[in-house]
Every structure is written in C-alpha cells, then in structure tokens.
C-alpha cells in the first residue's frame, strides 16, 4: 500500500506544480503584465491547464486510488492519508467528466474575458464586455452538463466552491437572512443621521494609506517573508505554496476604508494557507476547506476584528500619527460608528455589514437567471439596475458602479458569490466559540494582541486545509452545523446598540 501511496503523492506533487505555475502567470496578469501580452498569456494558463487535467484524469491516478480505497477506509476518517484518498477521489471523479480540451478553452476564455472586463470597467460601458460574458456563461453551462445535476444546473458550479452545498440550500439560507434583514434596513434608514463617517471622505495620500495597510496586515500575523501585497484592479489572494502566499489591494485617494479594509479582509484569506500545515503541501489537501470557509477568515478580520470598537481603541493613535489632518480630532467612538455606518451604497466591497448580504443575495438571483437563460446577458444591466433599486432602493449612475464592478464572471466564477454570506454566517458562528475559549479577546485587542485569535484559528481551523467540508468544520469546532443565529445576533447587537433600537 505505501508504494502506491507514494505513486499517488509523487503524480499529485507534479500536477500541483502545474497549478501553482498557473497561479503564477495569473498573479502577474492581473498586478504587472503589460496589455500586450494578453493574447500570448491566455495561450500559455490555457496550455498548462490542459496540461496539469490530463495528468490528473489519468486512468493510473484513477487505479491507484481503487487500490488505496481499502486502506483508507481502515484509517481514521482525520488522518491525512485517509484524507488525501477522500478528497482527491472526489476532485478525480469529477475531473473525469470533463475533457480537457473544455477545460483549456475556459481558461483561454477566461483569461482574454478579463482583459476585457478590465477595459470595459475603466469605460464604464458593458456592451464591450458582453460577448466576453456571453462566451464563459456557454462554457461553464457546458462545463455543468459535464458534471450533471438532477436539479439545478447552479448546483455543480456552487459545488465547486462549496462541496456538497447545493443551491436549495442557500435559497433557504438567504430567506432566512433576507427576513431578518429588510427590517434591520428599514428602522435604521429613517436613523441614518445617528451616524457621521463624512471625515472617511477626504484626500489621503496613496503611499501613506499603502504603509497603514501594511502595518496593520503585520499586526494580524500575516508573514511577509512568505508573502507580499501588490495593487490589482480587484483585490484577491493567491498561494503558490504555504511559504508563498500573496495579496493585492486597491486605493482610493478619497476614501480611507476601500484599500485598508481590502487588505484586511485578502490578510484573512492569507493567513489561512499560511497556516496549512506543511505536511500536506504539494497535495490537493493544502487548500482552504471551502469558499465559505475562506470567506469566513476574510470576513472575520475585516469586520468581526478590523471593524471592531476595541480594534480601534489599539489603533487609532497609529492612523492619527499616519493622517494627523485628517484624524486628529476623530475620536475612537467616532472612527469605529464611522466604519460601521448603515448605508446602501454601490459598491459591494464598500458595503457594510448589514447591507453586503443583499449584495449577494442579488447576484445569485442574476447568475441563476442567466444559466437558466432566463435574462440573456445584453438585458443584465437592466436587470442589474432593478436588482439594486428593489434591494437596496438605489440604482447606479453607470456600469462601472453596477455591472461591470466585479471580476468574477470575467473568471467565469458563477457559484462563488453565495460563499461571501456563508462566510459572513460561519465567521460569526466561529467567533462566539473563539470568544468562550478566550474570554479577553476584547481585552487583548485594546492591547494590540492579536496573535491569540491567530492561534487559535490555526489550532482549529487552518492547519486541518481541505480535510473536511464546511458543514463538518461547523460541527466539529463549534459543535453545530451551519446556522445563522449567530451572524443574525451579532447584528443586531452591534446594530442595534448604534442606531438605538
């Protein structure tokens, strides 16, 4: 059995250097790579991608795997090598139904889709983005017949950022939280007075706002001698290894929280993979859970750490020191209502806590419309408008403000939406665990202490990579599955002490 284990480790090590060198060439083209090379680099991520599927649908994996089955199902279900047997049968099995040549040309489409997202975004004009979009929606409709559904044709593409979370689910879940939501909107928009975050509007140098971001990023525990931040049109976080973990934000010269809370919120995504254990590198183990279960990372310190009264009781001495004309006379009650303030805004990155989740409710309802070509895509926009007005009673100006704001159709990403607000609900599930285990941390956030919530999370969470899905991290940390009594609690808590009801 070690020798085919062994056989397996080696195939997968190999496979997963094709996929880090993929990221490679991914990173650059979104931070560094000059326009003209877009042609020539969606030629090179679509030839490793055909590349590292073939090796990986190889009847040898799918033999050794056979092989391995007995064995595995003789470990613990936790153990790595029962692990590694489980999760990469299910990748293989998957990978199986679809051919490589579909999966090259949705890299290529991909790749060229967001150059032209890009361009499109700074135009303010869709119609040149459109049959970009039009192109990765046949492909990934294409891709979900490969996989098959009984359904809807939204489940296998959710599945792969959220194994075994199926879209009925998440409807169910997005009842839930749009019921306690619309209210919470409603009393606080005749509030909306209570609280001032004019001064986050002003001029603030883009060098100065680059090194608060990086000081606070080091606070958290984020290692920059295993990574780096750079600016993107989009803020994400890439991994090439657990010694190589990146980030990107992007600045605003006349809006203090776009870039810092961009760089906390990618900081949470980075602390995850930093926190992998090594033993599982170089396989398909080495990896977050699940969207949903990054997410939570990212919106934990975002909000739940970066968003919080004793955070800026620690750090608003540092931002005054960095931006004494803009913050000299803001006190810590006022940065942190000013952070916090409720308000129905464009931009989904900007938006606040209460509000984000309308966001994405309305995304999903958009990506499920156009895979069951219910809209077709020249009509999203308009579509798109009506979405924002019946939830968020606001329609933006253009299409950079509306459609176009987000990168992930232009990576063909539908089905990655949902995973923000099933992050937001584990976050706050996580985060009452964490705070009976440290019963300080409000305490020792004042102090500027962070590394006790980092520890903790990579005791729990982080060293165990794609070891368990996100129902069965829920249960086995806090003791629940998935729920939302405590994001809805929270809430209401940290809302309803603001705003006074």
Request: glycine share 6%; charged share 25%.
């Given at each position: 059995m070690q020798e085919n284990l062994n056989d397996l480790k080696k195939r997968l090590s190999e496979i997963n250097d094709i996929n880090h060198a993929v990221a490679v060439l991914g990173w650059d083209q979104q931070t560094y790579m000059p326009s003209g090379g877009a042609a020539a680099r969606a030629r090179q991520l679509a030839t490793l991608s055909h590349i590292a599927h073939e090796k990986f649908i190889d009847d040898a994996i799918g033999r050794l795997l056979g092989e391995l089955h007995e064995y595995a199902g003789g470990l613990p279900y936790d153990s790595d090598d029962a692990s590694l047997i489980r999760v990469t049968k299910r990748d293989y099995d998957k990978a199986r139904r679809v051919p490589s040549s579909l999966v090259s040309e949705i890299v290529h489409a991909s790749a060229h889709a967001f150059e032209a997202w890009r361009k499109a975004r700074n135009e303010s004009r869709f119609s040149d983005f459109a049959p970009y979009l039009q192109r990765n929606l046949d492909l990934k409709k294409h891709y979900a017949r490969c996989l098959g559904y009984t359904d809807c044709i939204y489940d296998p593409l959710l599945d792969e950022y959220e194994p075994g979370m199926k879209t009925s689910q998440v409807k169910t879940i997005f009842q839930t939280i749009k019921r306690e939501l619309v209210p919470l909107v409603q009393t606080i928009s005749a509030k909306l007075h209570l609280v001032d975050n004019a001064f986050l509007h002003q001029v603030f140098d883009e060098q100065a706002q680059w090194d608060i971001g990086i000081e606070a990023a080091r606070l958290t525990g984020y290692d920059f001698e295993r990574g780096r931040q750079d600016?993107?049109?989009?803020?994400?976080?890439?991994?090439?290894?657990?010694?190589?973990?990146?980030?990107?934000t992007r600045i605003l010269h006349d809006y203090f929280p776009a870039a810092f809370f961009a760089t906390l919120h990618e900081v949470g995504h980075a602390l995850y993979n930093q926190g992998i254990r090594p033993e599982l590198e170089q396989t398909p183990l080495a990896d977050g859970a699940s969207l949903g279960a990054h997410e939570s990372q990212s919106r934990l310190w975002e909000n739940l750490v970066g968003r919080s009264r004793p955070f800026w009781k620690f750090f608003m001495p540092r931002l005054q020191t960095a931006f004494p004309e803009q913050f000299r006379k803001v006190?810590?009650?006022?940065?942190?209502?000013?952070?916090?303030?409720?308000?129905?805004?464009?931009?989904?990155?900007?938006?606040?806590?209460?509000?984000?989740?309308?966001?994405?409710?309305?995304?999903?309802?958009?990506?499920?419309?156009?895979?069951?070509?219910?809209?077709?895509?020249?009509?999203?926009?308009?579509a798109w408008n009506k979405k924002m007005q019946e939830y968020l009673g606001i329609a933006p100006p253009n299409d950079a403000l509306g459609?176009?704001?987000?990168?992930?159709?232009?990576?063909?990403?539908?089905?990655?939406?949902?995973?923000?607000?099933?992050?937001?609900?584990?976050?706050?599930?996580?985060?009452?665990?964490?705070?009976?285990?440290?019963?300080?941390?409000?305490?020792?956030?004042?102090?500027?202490?962070?590394?006790?919530?980092?520890?903790?999370?990579?005791?729990?969470?982080?060293?165990?990579?794609?070891k368990f899905t996100l129902d069965e991290l829920a249960k086995k940390i806090t003791g629940a599955s998935l729920k939302t009594d405590s994001f809805i609690a929270y809430l209401k808590g940290k809302y309803g002490e603001m705003y006074h009801f």
């Open positions: 600016r993107s049109p989009h803020p994400f976080t890439t991994s090439f290894s657990v010694d190589d973990v990146r980030i990107t006190t810590v009650e006022k940065m942190y209502c000013g952070v916090n303030r409720v308000e129905p805004s464009f931009i989904r990155v900007e938006a606040d806590e209460i509000t984000y989740n309308l966001h994405i409710m309305m995304r999903f309802e958009l990506e499920n419309a156009l895979l069951e070509e219910r809209l077709p895509v020249n009509d999203l926009p308009e459609v176009l704001q987000d990168v992930h159709w232009s990576h063909g990403s539908f089905g990655y939406f949902p995973t923000y607000s099933l992050g937001n609900i584990f976050a706050a599930q996580l985060f009452d665990t964490i705070k009976r285990d440290i019963p300080d941390l409000d305490k020792r956030f004042e102090q500027g202490e962070f590394h006790g919530l980092l520890d903790w999370l990579r005791t729990h969470l982080h060293t165990h990579g794609r």
